[in-house]
């Protein structure tokens, strides 16, 4: 079922399919992976490193 609306007036409809596998998208598979491994994997925390400086002043401006 579409819309009704021609090339001009409809901008497209986007579709999901359910597929047997996962399949993930090659142009963001590199920024996926760098966002995974920045949070652990049995309690969902950021792992950080709090002795860094550059983390010691973000949580300083941020904490209030």
């Not at 598979?29 to 002795?51: P, Q």
Request: glycine share 6%.
């Amino acid at each position: 079922m579409t819309c009704a609306g021609n090339l001009a007036d409809c901008p497209g409809h986007f579709a999901h399919l359910e597929l047997a596998r996962p399949v993930f998208h090659i142009g963001f598979l590199t920024k996926t992976l760098k966002v995974l491994r920045c949070v652990c994997f049995y309690c969902s925390k950021l792992l950080l490193d709090k002795d860094n400086q550059r983390v010691k002043d973000i949580l300083r401006k941020t904490q209030g």
